[in-house]
């Protein structure tokens, strides 16, 4: 987008920016859509309502069991061709974690699940497809920011209606999630599993200052099954682990882990997302006390990929030292929806394999935003704010505002209004 059209956006929704006043601390934002007053929760995050938005209408629903107030309520929007929009504050050059929940509650009545699309700016990010009224869907993407404003939009209502429960906005810090094809691509979230934790509960702010949420591997979810065949054992420490290096996993998330006892640990995640190109990091730190004579040497299995089964992981000398942290991984690999791989034990090696935690995420090709940022002032002063106001985002991409038509170029222009 050019810096105009951007500039103007910022003092038309003015008030629909929020800042670091509003925030957990620099670069959290937390809307509660459709809530009516700002709050604290449980962790120490402060929700603020949408109530400034000048468009769609609010809706309270009750689930069993879902108590969080920021849940309690949705904005939906009508199932027509506009796209609809929030628009938050960035810092350009830095990298932030985008997070949006859907939790329909039948909040309509209708019992008609909602199926409708989301992206950010001019790329399309997901579509999101509700199959059961009480369970919150949550994707997640990871993104450089490179204006001083990023708009998340709702569009292309196919069945009931578009909706949203939370937007949440998370700055990370340095050259967390650095990959040099960030130009191109944004990284959208698919798993993130907190191996051997202590109980169901997902691991996320204070303990992760970045508010990133890992799941825990005794949840069953359909998104990952882990195999805990005969062998398999969680072990955890409460000594401090040094994970102040590149991704930053949290502590807690470190200090859990699975060993294979019998020599290996095999798992199959079902991918969000994929098949595709993607991004996958494993997170290691020795936790256990090895006597000087004993070793753990192993090697990631991947079938179909017998060249990326050569490195052998000892994670005391790859971390240079035990409880810290070490975490391979690969910036461009192919991975299929459902992923089977296993890590195997060397043969020279005493212990079996042990894993801390794992991040995938899917490459998600940008789209360049519509070469028309020059006209947005033309525009508005013939049409009038009200249409402004009614569909934000970009003016052609991912779909075009109803009161325009565009071209089919790669970078796409306004041909009538």
């Not at 069993?64 to 904005?75: F, G, I, L, P």
């Not at 939906?76 to 949006?100: G, I, Q, S």
């Not at 869907?137 to 998340?152: G, Q, R």
């Not at 079902?270 to 020795?286: I, K, M």
Request: charged content about 20%; glycine content about 6%.
């Amino acid at each position: 987008m050019e810096t105009s059209y951007l500039c103007f956006w910022f003092f038309i929704f003015a008030p629909l920016l929020f800042g670091s006043s509003t925030a957990q601390m620099p670069g959290f934002v937390s809307l509660d859509c459709g809530g009516e007053e700002s709050f604290t929760d449980e962790l120490g995050l402060n929700w603020t309502p949408d109530a400034h938005m000048v468009f769609g209408q609010t809706a309270r629903i009750a689930v069993a069991n879902e108590t969080r107030k920021q849940y309690m309520t949705v904005r939906h929007f009508p199932a027509d061709t506009r796209k609809y929009c929030y628009t938050l504050n960035v810092t350009p050059r830095t990298r932030y974690l985008v997070r949006a929940t859907f939790l329909y509650g039948n909040f309509d009545n209708n019992n008609v699940y909602p199926k409708f699309d989301i992206s950010v700016g001019p790329t399309r990010w997901s579509t999101i497809v509700i199959s059961d009224a009480n369970t919150i869907e949550v994707i997640e993407l990871i993104f450089l920011a490179t204006e001083p404003a990023e708009s998340v939009c709702l569009y292309n209502g196919n069945t009931g209606q578009p909706f949203i429960s939370t937007l949440e906005l998370r700055q990370f810090n340095g050259s967390a999630y650095y990959t040099k094809y960030e130009n191109q691509y944004y990284l959208g979230v698919s798993a993130r599993i907190n191996f051997g934790a202590e109980s169901d509960a997902p691991v996320r702010y204070p303990e992760d200052p970045f508010d990133r949420i890992w799941a825990s591997d005794t949840v069953k979810k359909a998104n990952y099954l882990v195999d805990v065949a005969a062998g398999t054992e969680r072990i955890s420490t409460v000594l401090p682990i040094d994970a102040n290096k590149d991704e930053r996993p949290p502590v807690k998330v470190m200090q859990t882990a699975v060993v294979g006892r019998s020599g290996s640990l095999t798992y199959r995640l079902n991918l969000d997302g994929f098949p595709g190109f993607g991004w996958a990091v494993t997170y290691f730190a020795e936790i256990e006390d090895l006597a000087a004579n004993e070793s753990r040497k192993f090697r990631l299995v991947l079938p179909g990929n017998p060249d990326l089964s050569k490195p052998i992981v000892n994670i005391q000398e790859n971390a240079q030292g035990k409880y810290r942290i070490y975490e391979p991984g690969f910036i461009n690999i192919t991975l299929p929806f459902v992923l089977s791989f296993k890590f195997a034990k060397t043969p020279d090696s005493t212990q079996g394999p042990l894993i801390n935690a794992m991040e995938i995420s899917k490459y998600v090709q940008k789209a360049d935003a519509s070469a028309d940022g020059e006209v947005i002032a033309s525009v508005v002063s013939h049409y009038g704010p009200a249409n402004w106001t009614q569909e934000g985002g970009d003016p052609c991409l991912p779909v075009p505002w109803t009161w325009v038509e565009c071209n089919s170029d790669p970078q796409p222009r306004i041909t009538l209004m």
